[in-house]
């Protein structure tokens, strides 16, 4: 029988995946628009990308699917009651969705618009 201690434990661990996974994946879309920015695109392999590129290629590429899916997961934990008591984990949350969002937003804009071109293009 799960006890009222295992189902908050439970919580705090599935609220903590969900900000890790959204850290990493504005970390490796900062890391695209970084290496974007600072790469020579004459220089740039139009065939295949070189090896550093592959995780800026797939959070360009498709990492808008598991970000909104993250939000969806997220909003309502931060909306809980039971999250409103640990300020903690809301806290990192908060700031994970809020980056998400940015990225989305950023995403969403014409610099997004080449920063996908330029990889998946």
Known sequence: M?????SRAGDARRVWTVTA?????????AYAAVAYLTTDADFFPEQSP?????????????????????????????????LRAERSPRLGLAVA???????????ATPPGWELFDWYVG
Do not use: H, N
Not at 2 to 6: A, H, K, Q, S, Y
Not at 60 to 74: D, E, H, K, Q, T
């Open 97 to 107: 969705s809020t980056l998400t969002v940015l990225m989305l937003a950023v995403m």
């Open 50 to 82: 070189p090896g550093w590129s592959w995780p800026a290629v797939v959070v360009v590429g498709i990492g808008f699917v598991p970000a909104l899916l993250c939000l969806a997961v997220a909003l309502p934990r931060l909306a809980s009651t039971r």
């Open 2 to 6: 799960r006890t009222e201690t295992d």
């Open 21 to 29: 996974i959204q850290l990493l994946l504005v970390a490796a879309y």
